[in-house]
């Protein structure tokens, strides 16, 4: 059956009450579009499965459209029934009474049975979806039909009596047969009425026929009642299925027989109407549960309309929701992708790297153990090893070494412009090797004579002029670790290295360190082996050593110079700048003077005075006094310039160093100098660059305090720490002295600089001591009042020193928990400069005032200016009022006299301090 299912969509969507767009879209979303054949209103639903589907998913619109056919047939019904009447008055006018009313009475039977056929279809289409409900319209079809010939064309055919009274009722009563049945014996009477046209005739003749008909059915009422046969009502539901064809078939079959209507209408007898009095109650009731299913229906309409708005809204947040979380994601990328990018200098040491990527060190140095590279944690990487590292670790590299190129394009000099210029030279070698006594050697013996008091000044550098007029310039920090340090800013400054090698002690751990550091950068070496006066001297095996380092002496077949030195007795020092200048004219060392500078800041700090004071050592063009400059992050306008012995200068040309001052800010060592068109556009380019500064900074901030400790707490581990505070004097100690802490480190305590600078340790350096858990190591610096009064508080230690070694070894003794009770030394007092007076015979004499604690004759003292160490001796004289006095207390006012010491001026602090021993404060 399901197999032959076919139903028109027009057909489908009268019945369902709804578009046939409507159905199409339905079925669609149940799944059963292909359950559709053919286009527009005549496509034909041929799935049962889906027909069901559709009712279940009408049935309300299924329910309004029966109940309006419903009301509409019984409307129309009536009318018919209205107008018969009317007809029947005046064509047969004496008819009795009875008879005439009959026909409405039949009439509105017949319009009830035809309502409560539409009823009884839809509670039956309501619980068994089956073919029942076209059958159901088609039987109100068939009912309304029934009710025409009711009043017009009294035909019934016994398949019609059939058919009304299966419509009037499911389950069809005896009663109601007995009284199908009674009418039979009418039968001959209908079996008249057939000689009369059943097809559609003229409506006169029809009216004609009508009233005969009428005359005789009322006749029929008359003699009563007669059964005549029964009603298969199995025959009923048979034609039910085939109620399309039905219809014509039964109006065709209805016609001949006008008296069997008249036969229905008959058995409509007194009980017939409490039947139907039962019906109407009935019907009520089926109408009050309609409505109260229409009301719940039109509810369950409304809250699904509003869950639709509700549903409409909530999809939009779902949207939104979305949308917002992608963005979110895309930001998250785009920042993991940031945080992925290293912007790095190159020669950043492996700790350094390390933090940046928030990895271990140990990691870092594994990772180029395993690639066949010994690192330690303070090496310097070059940019090939940081790029290895960086890719081994999933991050991009950007080298920003080129801030200090940023802004700044610095034109190519043309051949023709370009003159020989002085080599600049570093010194490095092992630890007591000779490097400063050479470097003295060979500035006390080369300094032109007639200069008074030589080399003065200490700017980081200084130029010798050789009896032959030619010039060598010596970078005055002497070891590998500023070299580096320097290059660690982009800075490549040295041209040559010489390497000093004690001729007694040959090639030891930092020689090769000077070595691998020299050849990293690319530089020539020229070996000096000193101390070759000393009897234990052994030249030769010095070479051998070098070579197995491959150091190639010329001796051994070798490219490398060497010279064999003596700092103590000057043998060999010619012999060795000869081949130093030989060098650079293998090197075809050449600048043009005839161009704006461009050199490389050595030295800076800040100058009483003076304000921000910088050594820039030109590299190329000249370098005058008023030119505008930009210098890493600062810039400014050279104001004044001096030389290594103090002399003013107007201009100085290729590989000279010169003081400057006139930086609005210190400059870093390693900055670059540039001379540029205006001051305007140099403090532009200065800003520039101090954002890209700002940028690495909180950087390294981040990671520090996010990413390293968030690790350490996830991993439990139980790390010991050591943060340091450096400040020194000048940038060099600075720079020194970070990088002989940072090796310290080992891979159960990391030694982590977290500041350093030059100048007096001032509060906010305790700050952040006392923030961090640091402790402040000043080397020839002093705290200020109010920062050693913090520090009280703050229970921050400040070590000072004035020996670079001693802070090493105190910091190294601590990391390894041997930090032994020792002599060390204790500031007793403290007093400031007010006034000097000049004494002929005994030199100057300060007329101070004790601050703190007490001056004692004999204390040893130093002198503070700008909180730096200038001069450190003891009291020679101590007297209050011209009388000599053994002790000064706080508060009082004293004359004083410093051995040896006679450059004092006001506002210089005068510390006195003495050994003592106690137990270090410094435990890890
Ligand atoms: N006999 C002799 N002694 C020398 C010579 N050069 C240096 N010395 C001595 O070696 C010691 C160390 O010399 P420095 O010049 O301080 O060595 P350095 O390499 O500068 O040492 P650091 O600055 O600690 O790295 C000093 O006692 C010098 O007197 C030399 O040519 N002959």
Redesign the pocket.
């Known amino acids: 059956m399901a197999k032959k299912f076919k139903i028109r969509l027009f057909k489908l969507a009268r019945e369902l009450n709804v578009g046939i767009d409507t159905i199409e879209q339905q079925l669609g979303e149940l799944g059963y579009a292909h359950a559709l054949s053919g286009k527009g209103a005549n496509a034909v639903l041929e799935d049962e499965d889906a027909y069901e589907a559709l009712l279940e998913a009408f049935a309300h619109d299924r329910k309004v459209a029966a109940r309006l056919k419903e009301l509409r047939e019984a409307r129309e019904a009536a009318a018919r029934a209205a107008k018969a009447e009317a007809e029947a008055a005046e064509a047969v006018e004496e008819v009795e009474e009875e008879a005439v009313e009959e026909v409405p009475a039949s009439a509105s039977a017949a319009e009830e049975t035809e309502q409560e056929a539409a009823e009884t279809a839809v509670e039956e289409a309501t619980g068994e979806p089956e073919v029942e409900a076209p059958a159901a319209s088609d039987e109100a079809v068939e009912a309304e039909e029934v009710a025409e010939e009711v009043s017009a064309e009294p035909t019934p055919a016994p398949e019609q009596e059939e058919e009304v009274e299966a419509v009037a009722t499911a389950a069809a009563t005896e009663e109601s047969e007995a009284e199908v049945e009674a009418s039979e014996p009418e039968t001959p009477a209908a079996a008249e009425a057939e000689a009369a046209p059943t097809e559609e005739a003229p409506e006169s003749a029809a009216e004609e026929k009508k009233e005969e008909d009428e005359v005789i059915r009322a006749q029929v009422v008359l003699q009563g009642a007669k059964v005549v046969g029964k009603i298969d009502l199995s025959k009923v539901e048979d034609d039910d299925t085939r109620s399309g064809k039905r219809k014509r078939k039964r109006k065709r079959k209805a016609k001949p027989a006008p008296d069997e209507e008249v036969v229905k209408v008959a058995v409509e007898d007194e009980e017939e109407e409490k039947t139907r009095s039962k019906r109407k109650r009935k019907r009520k009731r089926i109408r009050r549960v309609d409505e109260e299913e229409v009301e719940q229906s039109l509810q369950e309409t409304l809250r699904e309309l509003e869950q639709g708005v509700s549903r409409i809204r909530q999809r939009r947040r779902r949207e939104r929701r979305e949308r917002h979380a992608q963005e979110r994601e895309r930001e998250a990328l785009r920042e993991a992708q940031e945080a992925r990018k290293l912007r790095v200098t190159e020669y950043i040491s492996v700790g350094e790297l390390a933090e940046l990527m928030g990895v271990e060190v140990s990691e870092v140095i594994s990772t180029l153990f395993n690639a066949g590279m010994i690192v330690s944690i303070n090496q310097r990487l070059d940019a090939d090893t940081i790029q290895f590292v960086a890719d081994e670790f999933g991050y991009e590299v950007e080298f920003i070494t080129d801030y200090n190129e940023l802004e700044i394009e610095i034109p190519e000099d043309r051949p023709e412009d370009l003159q020989p210029r002085a080599p600049i030279v570093t010194v490095m ?12 050697y060979i500035r006390k013996t080369n300094v032109v004579a007639g200069e008074a008091g030589g080399i003065t000044q200490h700017i980081g550098a200084y130029h010798v002029e050789l009896p032959d007029g030619r010039y060598i310039t010596f970078l005055d920090t ?2 590998h670790e500023a070299f580096t340090a320097m290059r660690a800013r982009g800075a490549k400054v040295t041209d040559i290295v010489i390497l ?1 090698v ?1 001729a007694d002690d040959g090639v030891m751990p930092q020689t090769i360190e000077a070595i691998n550091h020299a050849k990293a950068a690319g530089v020539p070496i020229v070996v000096a082996v ?5 009897p234990e001297a052994n030249p030769q095996r010095v070479l051998q050593q070098l070579a197995e380092h491959g150091v190639l002496v010329e001796q051994y077949g070798g490219q490398v110079q060497c010279a064999f ?5 000057g043998e060999g020092v010619d012999d060795l700048l000869e081949k130093v200048l030989l060098e650079a004219e293998l090197h075809d060392l050449k600048a043009n003077p005839n161009r704006p500078a461009v050199g490389t800041i050595i030295e800076s700090r800040v100058e009483k005075g003076r304000g921000n004071v910088a050594t820039v050592l030109v590299q190329n063009g000249t370098l005058r006094v008023g030119d505008p400059f930009v210098a890493g992050v600062t810039s400014g306008r050279v104001r004044a310039m001096f030389d290594e012995r103090g002399n003013r200068v107007e201009a100085a040309g290729p590989s000279i160093p010169v003081l400057v001052l006139g930086f609005d800010e210190l400059p870093e060592v390693g900055d670059q100098f540039v001379v540029v068109p205006d001051e305007k556009e140099a403090r532009a380019i200065a800003q520039k660059r101090q954002q890209i500064r700002r940028e690495q900074m909180l950087r390294k901030q981040r990671r520090i305090s996010l990413d390293e400790i968030s690790r350490r707490m996830a991993q439990g581990e139980r790390l010991k720490e050591l943060n340091l505070i450096i400040k020194g004097d000048v940038a060099g100690s600075v720079e020194a002295l970070s990088d002989a802490l940072l090796k310290l480190s080992t891979d159960e305590v990391a030694v982590n600089i977290i500041h350093s600078g030059v100048g007096a340790i001032t509060e906010s350096d305790v700050m952040l001591a006392s923030a961090s858990d640091a402790i402040i190591i000043g080397f020839q610096v002093r705290p200020t009042s109010s920062a050693r009064q913090l520090a009280e508080r703050e229970h921050v230690d400040i070590r000072l020193y004035s020996v670079i ?1 001693q802070a090493i070894e105190d910091v190294r003794d601590a990391l390894e928990g041997l930090l032994s009770p020792e002599k060390t030394e204790q500031i007793v007092g403290v007093a400031e400069v007010r006034e000097t007076f000049k004494i002929p015979k005994v030199g100057t004499v300060a007329g101070c005032r004790v601050l703190e604690g007490r001056i004692r004759r004999g204390d040893r003292v130093r002198v503070i200016r700008d909180g730096v160490v200038i001069y450190e001796g003891a009291i020679s004289s101590l007297k209050r009022f011209k009388e000599d006095v053994r002790e000064v207390q706080s508060g009082y006012e004293c004359g004083m006299g410093i051995e040896n010491f006679n450059d004092i001026k006001v506002g210089d602090q005068i510390e006195a301090f003495e050994i003592v021993e106690q137990r270090r404060k410094l435990e890890v």
Do not use: E, F, R
Not at 429 to 440: M, N, Q
Not at 530 to 534: E, L
Not at 565 to 569: D, G, I, N, P
């Open positions: 070698g092992h630890v007591d090797h000779g490097k400063t006594s050479l470097l003295d002497p070891g000093v004690a000193t101390k070759i006066d000393k030195v003596s700092a103590k007795t070694y």
